[in-house]
């Protein structure tokens, strides 16, 4: 096991912090952590300066291909283990009322709203913490059954905003107002607002916002008239049509693809799967944006480990032809193929 070093501050022992999760060390980990606490620092700030920090450079290392997915998993493990231990070495006792946080049915990144939760603990609410993916009709059946002050749900990609918005009314339904956050809604929350939903930038930000109840509900209505058109269900009625067309184009133009292994050609219809998902969310909140930052965010991903930037282009061009009368999907698969040609541009000068 690796001894931290005494440090005072989150900043001072991020670094070493982050050797720990590298190397697995829970110990090292919990160690680093605990004594922050144990020398004065506040909870909350061991957890939002800390651990959220070396969460995000753990997504980083892995967007890179310089960790391994098992070294995120670990890495994300032990960070988990770490909130834990700091929760309980601080064990805040309740004196507001009830707040229930959760991910998005089919969200699985579970850590962001772990935080949140324990930073509203740590302000003193009462909090149920109902993990990953959750169920709409399942949230719903709880708030039935247990009084709840405000649900804070979370998003971490974008392709799960329309199961956020169904979430939202089923909350709404019940009468709990509901504050979202995570990256899924925008960096500055614009989705959030497509959805007629109060947002949150971070967990104090979220703890504010509950705290004040009349801000809470004074959101403006959703502004989705657009999905008038029905192109968005059609989309989503096609989306298995597809990927199988797209994977048949590209054994046919790339022949490196008919020589794939099971975990390559699951990987790959697995992309193809979130071209789809990201288009049709796009095509939801009726914003180019979402599909071009994700076209951006893939693209780099997959070049860092060895998949050229013309294969996704390819791509996009097949859907683009396969989807010509739906404007706004066609239009955003234009904005991303030109996205695609200016990075091509640049590489090239």
Request: hydrophobic letters at 50%; glycine letters at 8%.
């Given at each position: 096991?690796?001894?931290?070093?005494?440090?005072?501050?989150?900043?001072?022992?991020?670094?070493?912090?982050?050797?720990?999760?590298?190397?697995?060390?829970?110990?090292?980990?919990?160690?680093?952590?605990?004594?922050?606490?144990?020398?004065?620092?506040?909870?909350?700030?061991?957890?939002?300066?800390?651990?959220?920090?070396?969460?995000?450079?753990?997504?980083?290392?892995?967007?890179?291909?310089?960790?391994?997915?098992?070294?995120?998993?670990?890495?994300?493990?032990?960070?988990?283990?770490?909130?834990?231990?700091?929760?309980?070495?601080?064990?805040?006792?309740?004196?507001?009322?009830?707040?229930?946080?959760?991910?998005?049915?089919?969200?699985?990144?579970?850590?962001?709203?772990?935080?949140?939760?324990?930073?509203?603990?740590?302000?003193?609410?009462?909090?149920?913490?109902?993990?990953?993916?959750?169920?709409?009709?399942?949230?719903?059946?709880?708030?039935?059954?247990?009084?709840?002050?405000?649900?804070?749900?979370?998003?971490?990609?974008?392709?799960?905003?329309?199961?956020?918005?169904?979430?939202?009314?089923?909350?709404?339904?019940?009468?709990?107002?509901?504050?979202?956050?995570?990256?899924?809604?925008?960096?500055?929350?614009?989705?959030?607002?497509?959805?007629?939903?109060?947002?949150?930038?971070?967990?104090?930000?979220?703890?504010?916002?509950?705290?004040?109840?009349?801000?809470?509900?004074?959101?403006?209505?959703?502004?989705?008239?657009?999905?008038?058109?029905?192109?968005?269900?059609?989309?989503?009625?096609?989306?298995?049509?597809?990927?199988?067309?797209?994977?048949?184009?590209?054994?046919?133009?790339?022949?490196?693809?008919?020589?794939?292994?099971?975990?390559?050609?699951?990987?790959?219809?697995?992309?193809?799967?979130?071209?789809?998902?990201?288009?049709?969310?796009?095509?939801?909140?009726?914003?180019?944006?979402?599909?071009?930052?994700?076209?951006?965010?893939?693209?780099?991903?997959?070049?860092?480990?060895?998949?050229?930037?013309?294969?996704?282009?390819?791509?996009?061009?097949?859907?683009?032809?396969?989807?010509?009368?739906?404007?706004?999907?066609?239009g955003f698969l234009g904005a991303g193929l030109t996205l695609l040609d200016q990075r091509a541009g640049a590489s090239a000068r």
């Amino acid at each position: 096991m690796t001894l931290p070093a005494a440090v005072g501050s989150p900043a001072d022992a991020c670094p070493g912090f982050l050797r720990a999760l590298e190397s697995a060390d829970e110990y090292a980990a919990i160690e680093t952590a605990l004594g922050l606490v144990d020398a004065g620092v506040p909870a909350e700030r061991v957890l939002l300066e800390l651990v959220a920090p070396a969460q995000v450079e753990v997504g980083l290392r892995w967007a890179s291909n310089a960790w391994s997915v098992a070294q995120e998993h670990a890495a994300t493990h032990i960070s988990e283990r770490v909130v834990a231990a700091v929760a309980a070495r601080v064990d805040p006792r309740p004196t507001r009322g009830r707040i229930v946080v959760a991910c998005m049915d089919g969200e699985w990144h579970s850590l962001p709203p772990r935080l949140v939760a324990e930073v509203l603990r740590l302000r003193g609410w009462q909090v149920t913490f109902l993990g990953a993916s959750v169920p709409a009709a399942h949230l719903v059946s709880y708030l039935h059954r247990h009084d709840a002050h405000a649900v804070a749900l979370a998003c971490a990609l974008p392709m799960r905003l329309p199961h956020a918005h169904r979430m939202v009314e089923a909350c709404r339904r019940s009468d709990v107002p509901v504050v979202v956050g995570g990256r899924g809604f925008g960096g500055d929350g614009r989705w959030a607002r497509r959805l007629g939903v109060a947002w949150a930038p971070d967990a104090p930000g979220a703890a504010d916002l509950v705290a004040d109840e009349r801000a809470l509900r004074r959101v403006p209505p959703a502004d989705l008239a657009h999905l008038a058109d029905d192109e968005y269900p059609s989309l989503v009625k096609r989306r298995a049509a597809l990927i199988d067309s797209a994977l048949a184009d590209l054994r046919a133009r790339v022949p490196g693809v008919r020589e794939y292994d099971a975990v390559q050609l699951d990987s790959t219809v697995s992309d193809l799967g979130h071209i789809v998902d990201f288009l049709a969310a796009a095509v939801f909140v009726d914003d180019g944006a979402l599909f071009t930052e994700f076209v951006e965010w893939l693209t780099g991903i997959l070049v860092s480990r060895g998949v050229p930037a013309a294969a996704i282009a390819l791509t996009l061009g097949h859907f683009a032809g396969a989807l010509r009368d739906f404007p706004r999907a066609a239009g955003f698969l234009g904005a991303g193929l030109t996205l695609l040609d200016q990075r091509a541009g640049a590489s090239a000068r």
